[in-house]
């Protein structure tokens, strides 16, 4: 049986992250409301439960809260800010505001079972503006900073712990030691979620699952239905993928799945070009909102076209991934743009039941299955890109004439950058057609042309992104190629916005 630890969200903006951090750590977790009830807690059987961080204050009305009965369990529990207030608070200590602090700390510590093997002095990140008074029976302090006096506290006999400090977020030097003595000296963690082990029990149980029956599944090229479809491929004979070309794609990527997937790979896959159909529908449409609903509509009657010459099917393959559980689950968050899935499908499909093989894992999971699956590193890494493609990277309206120029210069970046040796290093990066013309001059006369802009981020999760820092060198390589290879730009912009105030695309 899995061994699994129990992430109960209290609302902290790190909640995915603390989930992330554990499984890095070889530790199977899953990420729950603080509210989900006693029973499916207990029919886990967890190894080991973490509270985390949370915008509350614990003495408040209608401040999130838990049974105590969890205490009970015998269960080791970290606590983690928000967390670590809360045991203190329901196990008779006392929680008030102030001494606020935020930003890095310095942590001070001469016991405690959570900092073996760290040294004391280490960096630590903080954001509270409550701190705990005064300790629960049979707590001693751990760790202090010089503003926080109970930074960490432990009651080692009942196995509880907390910590006032984050330790999943990278500003917190020792963190993943922190969190891997609490794992493995406190819960026993034997460290035995690998992608290899998780690719393994995924075929067998996918293989006497599937058997011999029908599978469909959309594929797009991208990570998640690339190695949701190659899963597949290893466990069933009888896949079969549609792969829609709506000729929004960057230059040369339509050829590219085909030769991966049909001609490398050997999948039944049936490529279908409706490149002509989704420009049609696209013109003139100049508002983002529109073009993404006119994309996802048309990939569902298109799909549904093809579907129905295939006829029914048992299964049909989605390329769920855990954070989109998580949301789900957890509630939303306010609405930003729209985003373009495979979630209309199941209406438009003769199937018995959906199979989603990637819904445990999170996105950089998901690429580590890719490489245990064999999957080339160029498909396993590829940036993400957003299903109505680069319709959302021209501004205003899409012509066959502006995505040829568009394509040609993403190209140049995207060549450049990996020349450079700089691929690896940013999370995301691309050419956008901007709806600005101006005034320029080339071979002694005046031209009035587009302007490209050149975005580059680094992020993790694509939540928050910061600007990528690119050398001048490289941005005064790819501007002159644009300029010089691709008609109608004389001028390159380079975006030096993060995420917040933007968003990492321009619609």
Known sequence: MRQTVIVLDFGGQYNQLIARRVRELNVYCELLPYNVGMDRIRKIDPIGIIFTGGPNSVYEDGAPRISPEIFSLGVPLLGICYGCQLMAHMLGGKVASGPREYGKQTLCFEQGKLFEGVPSGSVCWMSHTDY??????????????????????????????????????????????????????????????????????????????????KVLCALSGGVDSAVAATLIHKACPNLICVFVDHGLLRKNEADEVVKVFRDQMGMNLIKVDASEIFLEKLKGVTEPERKRKIIGEEFIRVFEKEAKKIGKVDYLVQGTIYPDVIESGLGNSAKIKSHHNVGGLPSVVDFKEIVEPLRELFKDEVRKLGFELGLDRDVVMRQPFPGPGLAIRIIGDVTKDKLDLLKDADFIFRDEIKRAGLDAEIWQYFAVLTDLRSVGVMGDARTYDYTIALRGVTSVDGMTADWARIPFDVLERVSNRIVNEVKQVNRVVYDITGKPPATIEWE
């Open 132 to 213: 705990i008074k005064e300790l629960p029976s049979g707590f001693v302090a751990s760790a202090k900073t010089q503003t926080c006096p109970v930074a960490a506290m432990e009651n080692v006999e009942k196995r509880l712990y907390g910590v006032q400090f984050h330790p999943e977020v990278m500003h917190t030097q020792k963190g993943t030691e922190i969190l891997g003595n609490f794992l493995y000296k406190v819960c026993g963690a034997k460290g035995d979620w690998t992608m290899g082990n998780f690719a393994e029990e995924a075929i067998r149980t996918l293989k006497d699952k599937l058997g011999n029956k």
